[in-house]
């Protein structure tokens, strides 16, 4: 039998957004609502597409105290999908455990499994009276759970494919807190035909087939941090007897957070930048297709423009007037932040040649910008604690000091520094 499934992750409803500076009352009326208009468009979705059955991978929501508004709304959704004949399957995850949670929700519409704390658990799905797949899943009793559950897992012997729901970190992804850590092949082992996983916010497939095992990352964007910009959404899964072809990816986010560069080595001053920012402003609109984008923008490079950056206000003055340009209604690009990465025209090359202190510390960042792992340990060791109070000037709080952003602004910063001092 040919059917479809959707499989989401990582909802966290009503979510509080993280790291962003403050943003007129517009802005935050659609960044409240966000989180929760895009699990309504997922309800459409599965809905609109037949689906035999949802698949949600812990984190519904963003914390245990599970605010009534997000409860409600997905109660309602849930009770679309019922009305629908679309079963749903649900596990919690350390955002949302099932022990140390409060529950407006008493029960549950026809058709809704939450999986328990206690053990793995299965759960048929039959469509016209034809057994067509098993969901096995199981929820985080509270919020560390350091157990690989993965282990837990075990085939069973019913028709159709074979699913499970876990929110794990697989791989010890080191973006992640270790919750539930698991490898592939503890996957492999428990035999299941799919693994719909939650936990990872960055959309990931780990392993095309015997098994699946896939990342949809989460619903909705919940900050400028790298992992929650760009599209976000939920996977349709096509199944044809117990052949699962590749997920598609279908966008649901209602806000979407994004990150462009503007270059000033070709721009003669300051308004040829603005008209610069306002064409990438309108690259990002295009590509949100009809909805709101949260914009943070970098501007880098060297050459005449860095020098009137450089006066007082002049930053914070061309946010301002970009602000200014922004449409008071959804959808909007917002401009988030706009950081100062530019520089006088240095000449690198010349600087790597020189042998001195600033050409040394140009080799070395040259070196670190190569190997990632060496950037992140020289980062979390050094630039967080040193040069934070700058770059939180600058950027903003440091999520991540071996982002690229703060990583070349610091390097940035301390060459102009030193070859402005020495001259």
């Given at each position: 039998?040919?059917?479809?499934?959707l499989h989401a992750a990582d909802l966290h409803l009503d979510t509080p957004f993280e790291g962003i500076r403050?943003?007129?009352?517009?802005?935050?009326?659609?960044?409240?609502?966000?989180?929760?208009?895009?699990?309504?468009?997922?309800?459409?979705?599965?809905?609109?597409?037949?689906?035999?059955?949802?698949?949600?991978?812990?984190?519904?929501?963003?914390?245990?105290?599970?605010?009534?508004?997000?409860?409600?709304?997905?109660?309602?959704?849930?009770?679309?999908?019922?009305?629908?004949?679309?079963?749903?399957?649900?596990?919690?995850?350390?955002?949302?455990?099932?022990?140390?949670?409060?529950?407006?929700?008493?029960?549950?519409?026809?058709?809704?499994?939450?999986?328990?704390?206690?053990?793995?658990?299965?759960?048929?799905?039959?469509?016209?009276?034809?057994?067509?797949?098993?969901?096995?899943?199981?929820?985080?009793?509270?919020?560390?759970?350091?157990?690989?559950?993965?282990?837990?897992?075990?085939?069973?012997?019913?028709?159709?494919?074979?699913?499970?729901?876990?929110?794990?970190?697989?791989?010890?992804?080191?973006?992640?807190?270790?919750?539930?850590?698991?490898?592939?092949?503890?996957?492999?082992?428990?035999?299941?035909?799919?693994?719909?996983?939650?936990?990872?916010?960055?959309?990931?497939?780990?392993?095309?087939?015997?098994?699946?095992?896939?990342?949809?990352?989460?619903?909705?964007?919940?900050?400028?941090?790298?992992?929650?910009?760009?599209?976000?959404?939920?996977?349709?899964?096509?199944?044809?007897?117990?052949?699962?072809?590749?997920?598609?990816?279908?966008?649901?986010?209602?806000?979407?957070?994004?990150?462009?560069?503007?270059?000033?080595?070709?721009?003669?001053?300051?308004?040829?930048?603005?008209?610069?920012?306002?064409?990438?402003?309108?690259?990002?609109?295009?590509?949100?297709?009809?909805?709101?984008?949260?914009?943070?923008?970098?501007?880098?490079?060297?050459?005449?423009?860095?020098?009137?950056?450089?006066?007082?206000?002049?930053?914070?003055?061309?946010?301002?007037?970009?602000?200014?340009?922004?449409?008071?209604?959804?959808?909007?690009?917002?401009?988030?932040?706009?950081?100062?990465?530019?520089?006088?025209?240095?000449?690198?090359?010349?600087?790597?040649?020189?042998?001195?202190?600033?050409?040394?510390?140009?080799?070395?960042?040259?070196?670190?910008?190569?190997?990632?792992?060496?950037?992140?340990?020289?980062?979390?060791?050094?630039?967080?604690?040193?040069?934070?109070?700058?770059?939180?000037?600058?950027?903003?709080?440091?999520?991540?000091?071996?982002?690229?952003?703060?990583?070349?602004?610091?390097?940035?910063?301390?060459?102009?520094?030193?070859?402005?001092?020495d001259g």
């Amino acid at each position: 039998m040919r059917f479809r499934f959707l499989h989401a992750a990582d909802l966290h409803l009503d979510t509080p957004f993280e790291g962003i500076r403050r943003v007129e009352p517009f802005v935050a009326d659609a960044l409240r609502d966000a989180s929760l208009r895009a699990f309504e468009s997922l309800v459409s979705l599965a809905i609109a597409r037949e689906v035999a059955f949802v698949v949600l991978a812990g984190d519904i929501y963003d914390g245990p105290e599970r605010g009534v508004r997000a409860q409600l709304t997905f109660r309602r959704g849930l009770d679309r999908l019922s009305d629908a004949g679309i079963a749903t399957f649900v596990v919690h995850g350390n955002h949302d455990p099932v022990e140390t949670g409060w529950s407006a929700v008493r029960s549950w519409p026809a058709g809704v499994k939450v999986f328990g704390a206690d053990e793995v658990a299965t759960v048929p799905v039959e469509r016209d009276g034809e057994m067509i797949a098993s969901v096995h899943g199981i929820s985080y009793p509270t919020r560390a759970v350091t157990e690989n559950l993965a282990l837990r897992f075990a085939r069973g012997d019913a028709p159709g494919i074979q699913v499970g729901l876990l929110h794990a970190n697989v791989g010890a992804n080191p973006q992640h807190d270790p919750y539930s850590p698991c490898t592939l092949d503890d996957l492999r082992a428990g035999g299941m035909d799919y693994w719909a996983l939650g936990h990872v916010h960055a959309r990931q497939v780990l392993s095309q087939g015997d098994p699946w095992a896939v990342y949809p990352g989460n619903l909705q964007g919940r900050s400028p941090k790298a992992s929650e910009r760009g599209p976000k959404g939920a996977l349709v899964v096509e199944v044809d007897g117990t052949t699962i072809a590749a997920p598609e990816f279908v966008p649901l986010d209602r806000v979407r957070f994004a990150y462009v560069e503007a270059d000033i080595a070709d721009l003669a001053d300051l308004p040829e930048l603005q008209e610069l920012l306002t064409e990438l402003a309108l690259r990002e609109a295009r590509a949100a297709e009809g909805r709101s984008v949260l914009l943070r923008a970098a501007l880098v490079g060297a050459g005449p423009v860095a020098d009137d950056l450089r006066r007082p206000g002049a930053v914070a003055e061309l946010l301002g007037a970009l602000r200014d340009g922004v449409r008071r209604e959804e959808p909007f690009v917002w401009w988030e932040h706009l950081a100062d990465l530019t520089r006088p025209a240095l000449d690198l090359d010349a600087l790597r040649r020189r042998g001195d202190f600033p050409g040394e510390l140009l080799l070395l960042a040259d070196d670190l910008s190569a190997d990632p792992e060496r950037l992140h340990a020289f980062a979390e060791q050094h630039l967080a604690a040193v040069a934070t109070p700058t770059l939180d000037r600058l950027a903003g709080p440091l999520e991540d000091p071996a982002e690229p952003m703060p990583w070349r602004q610091a390097v940035d910063l301390a060459l102009t520094t030193l070859v402005t001092d020495d001259g």
